[in-house]
């Protein structure tokens, strides 16, 4: 089986699971449920990011609200306010309904740190089409209109929708067609040091045959290549073992990344390092790291790098 069924298989057990307990939270209300946050996640086959120890929003059911006035108490279910505009979808076979992703994405805006947010932007717009479920143009109208919402709210002294700079700050990190939340890490964390993002999913033609290879991460003037390595298979090790040198022929430098060099700061700070290193090989002059920097910082262009 490759990475990406054994990717899907796992998306699809939890999809059962949340949606058989849904179902039998829904039976013990009586009433219609629309389900959100990370129970909305699982109904539609998205990946959860990691939320914060303590949180609690890896428990339980949890689903949404419009208003205070409809709050009330609900056995296995927490419910959860989201003055935001609320687009709902069907889940398990019409029986259920959720927040659809990018409303779903809005919700956990303030619930998780800003990296995490960009990784669940970028899980919601897989290369693969059986789990793409948004662009980023959507995610971009959906904020427009938080805007606007905000400022009425400021009019009339309702209530504010809170997290929408912490949106705005995502969106400009987010990148449509990767494959898996650790390459989204694993990219932030070259950022956090100072290199440029890497262009994802960039294609480079191996050889003079019509063979083309799709790199995770790459910084094509420089013909370095960064691959998150998440295979378990031999198989599919020695056909990477042999791409890998085929590449390497043509003159690209090449980076693996595995679970460990994301463990803490320290392990990504000398990943970063390893990639200056390459990249200084194909550079007129050394690629130098800068101070680790937060999610902010990149954004707003801080210590950029020179």
Not at 62 to 75: E, M, P, Q
Not at 135 to 164: M, S
Not at 186 to 202: F, K, Q, W
Request: proline share 4%; net charge positive.
């Amino acid at each position: 089986m490759s990475n990406g069924a054994q990717y899907s298989e796992e998306l699809g057990r939890a999809r059962a699971r949340t949606g058989e307990r849904c179902l039998w939270a829904q039976r013990r209300t009586g009433r219609q449920l629309v389900f959100a946050l990370g129970t909305a996640l699982d109904l539609q086959g998205i990946e959860r990011p990691r939320y914060p120890h303590g949180s609690g929003l890896a428990d339980g059911l949890y689903a949404v609200i419009g208003s205070n006035g409809s709050r009330t108490v609900l056995r296995d279910v927490r419910l959860v306010l989201w003055p935001g505009p609320q687009n709902h979808v069907s889940a398990y076979p019409g029986r259920l309904r959720c927040t659809d992703p990018v409303t779903t994405w809005a919700m956990h805006a303030n619930r998780l740190e800003d990296e995490e947010l960009v990784v669940l932007g970028d899980s919601m717009m897989r290369r693969n089409g059986r789990l793409k479920r948004a662009g980023l143009e959507d995610f971009q109208l959906y904020v427009d209109r938080l805007d606007d919402l905000e400022r009425y709210a400021d009019l009339k002294r309702t209530r504010a929708i809170r997290g929408i700079t912490k949106m705005r700050r995502a969106i400009r990190l987010m990148r449509e067609d990767t494959d898996s939340s650790q390459e989204t890490r694993t990219r932030i964390a070259l950022m956090r040091y100072g290199l440029p993002c890497p262009e994802v999913n960039h294609p480079i033609r191996i050889g003079r045959s019509s063979q083309m290879f799709l790199a995770d991460m790459a910084y094509p003037d420089l013909k370095v290549i960064v691959e998150y390595d998440g295979r378990h298979h031999a198989s599919q090790w020695l056909a990477d073992i042999k791409r890998r040198e085929a590449l390497e022929d043509e003159g690209w430098l090449y980076v693996q990344v595995t679970a460990e060099n994301l463990a803490d700061e320290s392990s990504q700070e000398m990943l970063a390092e390893r990639v200056a290193q390459r990249m200084s090989r194909h550079s007129a002059k050394p690629v130098k790291l800068r101070d680790r920097m937060i999610v902010r910082e990149i954004v707003d262009g801080r210590r950029k790098h020179g």
